[in-house]
């Protein structure tokens, strides 16, 4: 069977519940081999640990963007003690999810803009003091996430993902050239989504790496519109389960086959995340 690496998979979700651990192992079913679950808040940096360990996955902690509002400024004291406390643990792969969200609106304005930037430049630094790869939440925000990694970084290199990239081929270059991923999931298989489709075929195949982001970013299969869900059709649930299907269509995009699309994606999910490569060793 072909094997998959998802990227990044919100198991922890609300929409997962208990059932996590059986989406887990469905998808483990259809040959995902290992997820990679992101924190999105300091409250639930417990629960992906726990689940990570449950399932034989990885995790990430971090604070996402569009959490600010809520999170508190002892926070990135807590992920510090966090990333200290749990430096040995194998399943502890990144800092993340985090980054910078200029699609909402109240997000652009200030003061949560700043506030924004201030998490994003903190744990960009946390990441450095702990030598771990970053997962980056991109969305119209690639030019000042660029700007944070060159001004903590200091013209050294980065290890990490660019999660759910949607930029231009120019900012895609320049995340590759600082060292990172760019994750590709769902919102790829759509034919309308032309720029992102050109990206994903022409982009060189040691940059990319596979992702759902499940429960969100569902693939074109699984969508339904606002006139379905109001005829009453159910919006259909993202899983980790659905990561081969959307890796099939990539390798479609690309005209080369299935499984040299997964070796390399798998390949390029362990340089972006070395340590990954001890947890995978038994495959």
Not at 107 to 131: C, G, I, M, V
Not at 269 to 276: N, S
């Amino acid at each position: 069977m072909t094997t998959w690496i998802d990227t990044h998979c919100h198991l922890d979700a609300a929409e997962f519940g208990s059932e996590a651990l059986a989406v887990r192992a469905h998808a483990a079913q259809q040959g995902v081999k290992h997820c990679v679950i992101p924190a999105v808040l300091a409250a639930n940096f417990d629960r992906v640990r726990h689940l990570a360990h449950a399932s034989g996955g990885s995790y990430a902690l971090g604070i996402h963007p569009l959490y600010v509002k809520q999170a508190k400024d002892s926070d990135l004291q807590q992920l510090d003690a966090q990333l200290t406390l749990h430096r040995d643990d194998p399943r502890l792969v990144a800092v993340g999810e985090i980054g910078l969200d200029l699609w909402v609106p109240e997000l652009t304005q200030s003061p949560w803009r700043e506030r924004q930037t201030n998490f994003y430049l903190a744990q960009l630094k946390l990441a450095k003091q702990h030598d771990m790869p970053v997962i980056l939440h991109v969305r119209r925000s690639a030019d000042l996430l660029l700007k944070g990694l060159r001004a903590v970084g200091g013209g050294r290199p980065w290890l990490g993902i660019a999660h759910a990239f949607n930029g231009s081929n120019q900012q895609a270059q320049a995340f590759i050239a600082l060292g990172f991923k760019l994750g590709f999931g769902g919102a790829m298989t759509y034919e309308r989504a032309q720029q992102l489709r050109r990206l994903a075929t022409t982009l060189p195949l040691e940059s990319i790496v596979l992702e759902t982001d499940s429960p969100d970013m569902p693939p074109h299969w699984i969508y339904k519109t606002a006139a379905q869900r109001e005829a009453g059709e159910p919006q259909g649930r993202n899983t980790p389960g659905e990561l081969p299907r959307i890796g099939a269509e990539l390798a479609a995009l690309r005209g080369i086959c299935v499984e040299e699309l997964a070796e390399a994606t798998t390949r390029n999910a362990l340089d972006a995340l070395p340590r990954l490569r001890a947890l995978l060793a038994s495959f």
